[in-house]
Nanobody, 127 residues
Framework: QVQLVESGGGLVQAGDSLILSCAASGRTSSSYAMGWFRQAPGKERKFVATISWSGTSTYYADSVKGRFTISRDNAKNTVFLHMNSLKPEDTAVYFC????????????????????WGQGTQVTVAS
């Protein structure tokens, strides 16, 4: 089992930046691709970004490309989401997720393929 805990959410103004963290604990000796997803009020949860175990492969949703950056520190079992130029439409609960992988370069954009999920952290962007 792997436990994921997100932090760093809050209330910011449009144009501001925010860094979310996701700390993993438990069975972290396996290789995991990591992802960030978000769920706006009344909407389905959607993919935001993913990063491979090696950190060399990343992929982003079009809506955040160029503004958000996903990174990881495997020594600290932590994944980050750097969010710049935030917009009101970025308001959502942000979840991190972990997926066991065989290849260190593998990423995953599909929600249903992930094995573990955090509880989420709220990000609110005021206009």
């Amino acid at each position: 089992q792997v436990q994921l805990v997100e932090s760093g959410g809050g209330l910011v103004q449009a144009g501001d930046s925010l860094i979310l963290s996701c700390a993993a604990s438990g069975r972290t000796s396996s290789s995991y691709a990591m992802g960030w997803f978000r769920q706006a009020p009344g909407k389905e949860r959607k993919f935001v970004a993913t990063i491979s175990w090696s950190g060399t492969s990343t992929y982003y949703a079009d809506s955040v490309k160029g503004r958000f950056t996903i990174s990881r520190d495997n020594a600290k079992n932590t994944v980050f989401l750097h969010m710049n130029s935030l917009k009101p439409e970025d308001t959502a609960v942000y979840f991190c997720a972990a997926k066991r992988v065989e290849q260190s370069f593998a990423t995953c954009t599909q929600e249903w393929r992930y094995d573990y999920w955090g509880q989420g952290t709220q990000v609110t962007v005021a206009s």
